[in-house]
C-alpha cells in the first residue's frame, strides 16, 4: 500500500509538471527500503521465529517422552518387581550398531526426530568392532559445531529400552492368555468326548482308565467303590445321614454287579447303569464333602487296612498251600487202594517180576526212586524208557512204604516198562534201619519231636516253619538217600532220582562223566545268592562257621549220580551219622535232607552241567520254555506239584503226556488230564 502511495505521489509530482529534487529523492528512499530492507527485516523475523518454534518443539517432545515414560513404567511395575525391573535395565545395556536400540534411533519416525540433531551411527561397510560400538555419536548445533554430552542419546537409548519392555510384557500376557485359551478349549473338547456312563470318574491316579481296554470298566466300578467308602466315612463324621445311605446303597449295588467277575465280559448289561449312578452320587458327596485332608486320611487308613489283611490271607494262603501239597488227592489214593486189592488177589507166582538177574549187575545202568506214589513213580520210570536207547539196560530199583508196596508192585506187573528190569522194595523190610543205627530215626521217635510236629499250639508253629511240618520228613523214605551202599551194596554207581521228576533225554552219558574223585555228581544251583550255603545252615552256630563256607555255592537233590565206591572209601554215611547227632536240637539246619547233605558232600561234589537237571517248575513261574526244552531232567521241586490242583497249567503237559489216561484204573478212579 505505501509502495501505491509511492507511485500515485510520483504521478503527481511528474503531472505537476516542474516539482522540486525533494520529491524525486523521496521516492528514491522508499524504493530503496521496500527492495533492501524489507526482504533483510523478512528473513530476520522469520529466524527468529524457527528459533521459538524450535525450543516450543522441544518442550513439547520432552512432555511427550516424559509422559510415555510415565505409562511404560507404570504398565512394567505392575507385571513386575523391582529386582526383576533391574535385571532387564542391566541386561539391556548398549550394544552399539548390533543393538536394537541403534537400529531403533536410525529409523525413528518423524515424530521421534529432534530438529538439528543428529542421530545417526556410523557404520563402516557393517564390520564393526568395539571401538565403532562405543563411538561418540556427533552433535551439531545451529550457530556453530562443538562436541557435546551424550545424555541425548542416552535418553533415547532408555526410552527405546522401556518401549521394548513394554512390548515384551504385553507379548507374554498376551502368550499366557493364549495358552490359557487353548487349554480350556482342549478341555472342552475331550469333555464332549465322554460318556456319560462314566461320569465321576475319580482314580484320576490310574492313568490307564483312560485307555479304551476290555477291562476299564471293571476297574473303574472297583475304584468309585473305594472312593465311595472313603466318602461314606467322611460323611459319618458330619453327619450327613442322606448322603450316607446313598453312597452305602450304590455301594451294595456296585458290588452285586461286580460279583466274581474279572473283565468287562463277565459283567451284566446293567454294569454302565451302576457307574452313571455311583458316579452321580460321588460327584454330589465331592460337592459336599470333599477335603483333602480328611481323604487323605481315609485312603492312608484303608491302605494299612488292606495291607495287614494281605499279610493274614499271605499266612493262610501258605499254610493251605502245605496243607494240599502234604495231602494225596482222591483219586491217587483210589489207584493205589484198588491196586492193593486185586495184587493180593494174585498168586504168589505171578507177583513176581522178570530178570532177576539184572538186578546186582554193576555194568548196567541202576536208578533208585524212593517214593510212595504210584502215579508219579510210574511217570518217571516211563518217561525215562521212551527216551532210553537201549531200555533193556536199564534197572529202575523202588522203595516205597509198606502202606503202597502192594500197590506199586501192581502197577509195574500190570504195566512192565517194555524190556527194562523193575525191582520194589519196602522200606520196612529193611531190617538194618533201626533207630540203633540211624540218629534220624531216634529223633524222630523223641517225645521233642512229636511235640514239634503234632501240637499245633507249639511256639513255632507259625507260617515261616509249616514247610518244616511236612509229614515227609517223618518218613525214612526221605532219609534212605544217605544209606545207598547199604541198599545196594554190590553196585558201583547209581543214578538217584526223585518222584517229581521227568525225564525228556537219554541218561546213559551220565554213567560215562568223570567225577574226579568226587562222591557226588550234581547241578550246582548258585546263580542266585538264595541257593548258598548260609540260606541253609545257622551259620551263627560255631561247628558251621568253622567248618563251611557260608558263600559256599549249593547243588539240587532230585538227579544226582553217586559213585557208591568213593562213598565206602570216605564213609560218607559215618559223616552224615555226626552231624545228624550234633542237630538233635535243630540247632544247626531246620528239618529236611537238603541241609544235611549240603554238609555230608561238602568239597566232595562234581557240578554237571546245568543242561541236565533244571529246576523250579514247582515253584517259578517264569522259567523259559527254551531251558525246559533243552533240558535232559526237569524237576517240579516246591509245593505245586503236577499230581495236584495246585500245578501250574503251563507246566503240567509236560509231566501228563507220560500218563495214559484211558487206562481202565485211571478212568475208575476219576483220573484225567
Known amino acids: 500500500m505505501a509502495l501505491k502511495r509511492g507511485l500515485s505521489g510520483v504521478n503527481r509530482i511528474r503531472g505537476g509538471g516542474g516539482g522540486g529534487g525533494g520529491g524525486y529523492r523521496s521516492a528514491f528512499i522508499l524504493l530503496v527500503f521496500f527492495c533492501v530492507f524489507a526482504p533483510l527485516v523478512f528473513f530476520v523475523g522469520r529466524g527468529v521465529y524457527i528459533d521459538s518454534s524450535n525450543d516450543y518443539s522441544n518442550d513439547s517432545v520432552k512432555q511427550d517422552l516424559d509422559w510415555r515414560e510415565r505409562l511404560a513404567m507404570q504398565s512394567l511395575r505392575s507385571l513386575f518387581s523391582k529386582e526383576v525391573l533391574d535385571v532387564i535395565t542391566a541386561s539391556t545395556a548398549d550394544l552399539g550398531p548390533f543393538s536394537l536400540d541403534s537400529f531403533k534411533k536410525n529409523n525413528l519416525s518423524a515424530s521421534w526426530r529432534e530438529v538439528g540433531v543428529d ?112 466318602y461314606c466315612g467322611i460323611a459319618k463324621l458330619k453327619n450327613k445321614t442322606a448322603l450316607l445311605q446313598e453312597l452305602q446303597t450304590r455301594i451294595k449295588d456296585s458290588q452285586r454287579v461286580l460279583g466274581e467277575a474279572t473283565s468287562d465280559a463277565d459283567l451284566p448289561r446293567s454294569a454302565h447303569d451302576k457307574l452313571r449312578d455311583m458316579g452321580q452320587v460321588l460327584s454330589k458327596a465331592k460337592m459336599q464333602l ?11 487308613a484303608m491302605l494299612q487296612t488292606a495291607d495287614e489283611q494281605v499279610r493274614s490271607l499271605k499266612k493262610q494262603s501258605t499254610f493251605l498251600a502245605q496243607l494240599a501239597a502234604k495231602t494225596i ?43 510212595d506214589n504210584v502215579l508219579a513213580a510210574s511217570v518217571v520210570v516211563n518217561s525215562t524208557i521212551m527216551n532210553a536207547k537201549d531200555p533193556s539196560k536199564h534197572v529202575f530199583h523202588l522203595v516205597t512204604d509198606k502202606l503202597n508196596f502192594a500197590a506199586m508192585n501192581m502197577w509195574f506187573l500190570l504195566n512192565p516198562p517194555g524190556k527194562a528190569t523193575i525191582h520194589v522194595e519196602n522200606v520196612d523190610g529193611f531190617k538194618w534201619l533201626n533207630s540203633s543205627y540211624c540218629p534220624v530215626l531216634r529223633q524222630l521217635e523223641s517225645a521233642a519231636m512229636k511235640e514239634y510236629y503234632f ?57 560215562e562223566v568223570n567225577l574226579n574223585g568226587k562222591v557226588n555228581g550234581a547241578v550246582e544251583t548258585c546263580g542266585e545268592s538264595f541257593h548258598r550255603f548260609d540260606k541253609y545252615l545257622n551259620f551263627s552256630n560255631p561247628h558251621i562257621a568253622r567248618n563251611f563256607n557260608p558263600n559256599a555255592c549249593g547243588w539240587a537233590y532230585g538227579m544226582n549220580m553217586f559213585d557208591l565206591k ?90 501228563t503226556k507220560y500218563i495214559k489216561f484211558d487206562h481202565p484204573y485211571l478212568r475208575r478212579c476219576n483220573l484225567h488230564e
Open 119 to 230: 542421530t545417526s551411527v556410523r557404520n563402516s561397510q557393517n564390520q564393526t568392532t568395539s571401538g565403532i560400538m562405543n563411538a561418540k555419536r556427533d552433535i551439531t548445533l545451529k550457530g556453530g559445531s562443538h562436541q557435546k554430552a551424550e545424555t541425548p542419546a542416552k535418553f533415547y537409548r532408555r526410552q527405546l529400552r522401556e518401549k521394548r519392555r513394554e512390548m515384551r510384557a504385553n507379548e507374554l500376557v498376551q502368550r499366557n492368555d493364549d495358552t490359557i485359551l487353548k487349554l480350556e478349549n482342549a478341555a472342552i473338547e475331550r469333555s464332549k468326548s465322554v460318556d456319560s456312563a462314566v461320569l465321576g470318574k475319580y482314580s484320576i491316579w490310574r492313568r490307564e482308565n483312560e485307555n479304551d481296554n476290555s477291562d476299564s470298566n471293571i476297574r473303574l466300578m472297583r475304584d468309585q467303590v473305594i472312593m465311595a467308602r472313603v
Open 290 to 300: 470333599y477335603n483333602c485332608t480328611l481323604v487323605t486320611g481315609k485312603l492312608r
Open 329 to 371: 488227592p482222591n483219586p491217587i489214593h483210589c489207584l493205589s487202594m484198588r491196586l492193593t486189592i486185586d495184587y493180593y488177589l494174585l498168586s504168589p507166582e505171578k507177583r513176581k517180576f522178570p530178570r532177576r538177574e539184572n538186578r546186582e549187575n554193576p555194568n548196567l545202568y541202576h536208578y533208585a526212586l524212593f517214593s
Open 455 to 511: 501240637k499245633a499250639d507249639h511256639p513255632s508253629s507259625g507260617s515261616s516253619n509249616l514247610k518244616y511240618r511236612n509229614p515227609k520228613y517223618l518218613s525214612m523214605l526221605n532219609h534212605l538217600r544217605f544209606y545207598l551202599p547199604e541198599v545196594y551194596p554190590k553196585l558201583n554207581k547209581i543214578l538217584f532220582l526223585d518222584d517229581d521228576i521227568i525225564v525228556q533225554k537219554d541218561l546213559t552219558p551220565l554213567w
Open 566 to 655: 568213593e562213598w565206602k572209601k570216605r564213609d560218607i554215611t559215618g559223616i552224615y551219622h555226626k552231624w545228624q547227632n550234633m542237630n538233635e536240637n535243630r540247632t544247626l539246619w531246620k528239618l529236611g535232607t537238603l541241609p544235611p547233605g549240603l554238609i555230608t558232600f561238602y568239597g566232595l561234589t562234581h557240578p554237571l552241567d546245568k543242561s541236565w537237571h533244571v529246576l523250579g517248575l514247582g515253584y517259578n513261574p517264569s522259567i523259559a520254555k527254551k531251558d525246559i526244552q533243552n533240558a535232559a531232567v526237569v524237576h517240579y521241586n516246591g509245593n505245586m506239584k503236577p499230581w495236584l490242583e495246585l500245578a501250574m497249567s503251563k507246566y503240567r503237559p509236560y509231566w
